[in-house]
């Protein structure tokens, strides 16, 4: 199946910090990327989804000045928290779907965790 | 919006037993239902999935039913052994969007 990393796999940080987490497609174009949200033991949760090349689509209560989206070339997305605080705290885990395939693969995901 | 309500949201069935969980969705469009596996701090892996122009699909010990006029699926899982022991997400793609809307996950134990 096709490949989809993500670093880092795991990030500390400060409270009031910004991260950035990257999302690449290794062996195929990458048309939409999705990113998700995990908390310990539930499901994952759609944060956002985006296309090469225009705006992502965020979903109802999440903040897009929080989480930068930006999806500049058809095997990398990027996820930027800004002003990242403890409730940030999470699981985020990219997936992408290239051209017409119906299957979405995952990354690895990122453990984020804000002091 | 697609709902789906998966069920049971935990499991525990001895080794060389069937395991089933299904799910049910709420938008008719929909018509692209993936299985995913989750083990413990990884990745959600695609197990298997079935488009909506097919009733059932089968792959080793793996099986997945589709009843579109009731709206449900469900993921069979035959003579499980110990690494089939983990989270299992159903999610399902209505027509009309992009996105997958994932159920709430079922967490298999397979007791040697």
């Known amino acids: 199946g096709a490949v989809v990393s993500q670093h880092p796999s795991w990030v500390i940080c400060k409270s009031g910090t910004s991260v950035k987490i990257e999302c690449r497609s290794l062996?195929?174009?990458?048309?939409?990327m999705f990113w998700y949200r995990q908390f310990p033991k539930q499901s994952l949760m759609l944060m956002a989804t985006?296309?090469?090349?225009?705006?992502?689509?965020?979903e109802q209560g999440v903040e897009k000045d929080k989480f930068l989206i930006n999806h500049a070339s058809l095997t990398l997305s990027t996820l930027t928290v800004t002003s990242a605080h403890p409730e940030d705290s999470s699981f985020y885990i990219c997936?992408?779907?290239?051209?017409?395939?119906?299957?979405?693969?995952f990354g690895p995901g990122t453990r984020l965790l804000v002091l | 919006g697609e709902n789906v309500e998966q069920h049971p949201s935990t499991l525990s069935v001895q080794e060389g037993d069937s395991a089933v969980i299904k799910c049910t969705y709420s938008?008719?469009?929909?018509?692209?239902f993936p299985w995913y596996k989750q083990e413990l701090g990884k990745r959600p892996q695609l197990i298997i999935d079935?488009?909506?122009?097919?009733g059932e699909k089968k792959d080793q010990r793996i099986a997945v039913t589709l009843n579109k006029t009731a709206k449900h699926f469900s993921l069979h899982i035959t003579e499980t052994q110990p690494e089939d022991s983990a989270v299992y997400f159903c999610?399902?793609?209505?027509?009309?969007?992009?996105?997958?809307?994932f159920g709430g996950g079922t967490r298999v134990l397979v007791k040697p």
């Open positions: 997936s992408a779907r290239g051209g017409k395939s119906e299957t979405q693969y």
């Open positions: 079935i488009r909506s122009n097919v």
């Open positions: 985006s296309n090469e090349g225009s705006k992502a689509t965020y």
């Open positions: 999610a399902a793609r209505g027509a009309a969007g992009n996105k997958l809307t």
């Open positions: 938008d008719s469009a929909s018509n692209y």
């Open positions: 062996d195929f174009q990458a048309t939409t």
